[in-house]
């Protein structure tokens, strides 16, 4: 979820996504942990764990509560508790990181942001008239640049210092998804374009405000984010536009 990708069709296809997460994930622990014991496991869970714990606009920490609210977060939730198990009784080598959002270039269109991002590159390119399809603008998300996250997971295996931990992995300002749809359109050069509302982009399960701290990652690994969200738009915005292009 980390980006917010646009709703499942179904409450099947969200079920059928919570036990393929989970069944997955526990044969490939097992079989780790059955055959390669001195492997190093790296768990990518998300802050759909938390669910709406940060409803009160508090920075999420690794302790807090997980209560994730929808089926992505349950499965998701299940793993990492999993994980944390095996890890507290020595019967694996692992460590759990919980990414929140984040974007850039090659972002799957899927995702809500980079799916604006393709839209308006098509808009000036002419391929698309200029009405704009979105979700959810009104939820609230800190945002991070994807190469910082990549930055701070290779940082996390390569480390002897991160075995057995649960980090969150995030930084920015918490803002308004509208703030980012906006701000790819003022990077567009684009005038008058008609946002539309588009129920297949609307989450019918959301979480209404996101925010973490990772002073834990940053005091063990002294990572911080580097890329500057307006920089992450327009590189992302520019990997659309080359890529319809070429």
Not at 98 to 112: E, H, N, V
Not at 127 to 150: F, M
Request: a neutral charge; proline letters at 4%.
């Amino acid at each position: 979820m980390a980006g917010q990708t646009h709703p499942p069709t179904s409450f099947t296809d969200m079920i059928g996504t919570w036990e393929s997460n989970v069944s997955g994930s526990v044969n490939l622990i097992t079989a780790i942990q059955d055959n390669q014991p001195g492997c190093k496991l790296l768990f990518c869970s998300t802050v759909e764990v938390y669910g709406n714990t940060g409803i009160d606009h508090h920075k999420l920490v690794e302790t807090d509560s997980l209560l994730p609210a929808n089926p992505y977060g349950a499965s998701k939730a299940a793993i990492d508790l999993f994980l944390q198990e095996r890890m507290m009784n020595k019967q694996l080598n692992a460590v759990v990181v919980r990414p929140f959002c984040f974007t850039g270039p090659r972002r799957g269109a899927k995702f809500s942001i980079s799916s604006d991002a393709l839209q308006i590159a098509k808009m000036v390119l002419g391929k698309q008239e200029k009405v704009l399809r979105i979700g959810n603008l009104d939820t609230t998300r800190a945002l991070t640049d994807v190469r910082d996250i990549a930055n701070a997971l290779i940082l996390i295996m390569i480390s002897d210092k991160t075995s057995g931990q649960v980090y969150n992995v995030c930084g920015g300002e918490p803002l308004k998804m509208r703030y980012y749809t906006e701000t790819l359109l003022k990077l567009s050069g684009l005038k008058n374009v008609e946002q539309k509302i588009d129920n297949t982009l609307w989450r019918p399960i959301d979480i209404q405000y996101q925010d973490g701290d990772s002073t834990k990652l940053y005091n063990d690994l002294g990572w911080k984010p580097e890329v500057h969200i307006d920089t992450t738009l327009k590189d992302l915005l520019d990997y659309w536009i080359r890529k319809l292009s070429s």
